[in-house]
């Protein structure tokens, strides 16, 4: 019987009819693979705006920034276009996997992912390279 309400314990069918736990290891083990999973995400969601950063950066800019940093090495704008894509195919897929286990009601796997997001967000994605924002002043003394 599929719960249709959060539970606690350690019966729970993730994903897959095979992937059952009815034990505290593959219960506790279970656990650890989706937190590691869910931490992944976030890692390659690093990844798909780093590569998104290089396919603009390596186009011309009509604003002159000399105090930021050129790019590592220079990528043609269609592959680094292309890895976009593919990465973003790739971690929709793993997101998208995630929110079907969650959707097993179980919450120890919801905390599990919760948490792996959270600290996969904390290793990955918070240095706030993200949010950096070229502001153009014109005026000289400010």
Not at 11 to 34: E, G, P
Not at 55 to 60: D, E, F, I, L, V
Not at 74 to 97: H, W
Not at 102 to 118: D, E, H, I, K, P
Request: contains cysteine; neutral net charge; proline residues 5%.
């Amino acid at each position: 019987m599929m719960h249709m309400t959060f539970y606690w314990g350690i019966k729970a069918t993730i994903l897959f009819d095979s992937w059952r736990t009815d034990s505290w290891t593959s219960y506790l083990l279970s656990l650890v693979a989706l937190f590691a999973v869910a931490a992944f995400y976030q890692y390659m969601e690093d990844r798909r705006l780093r590569f998104k950063l290089l396919a603009t950066r390596s186009k011309p800019s009509p604003i002159a920034a000399p105090l930021l940093e050129p790019a590592p090495f220079s990528v043609s704008v269609p592959v680094a276009r292309a890895a976009t894509a593919v990465l973003f195919g790739v971690n929709s897929a793993i997101g998208y996997l995630l929110m079907l286990a969650v959707m097993s009601f179980n919450a120890g796997v919801f905390l599990a992912v919760v948490v792996g997001l959270a600290a996969g967000y904390f290793l990955f994605r918070s240095s706030g390279e993200e949010d950096m924002v070229v502001v153009e002043n014109p005026c000289a003394c400010a």
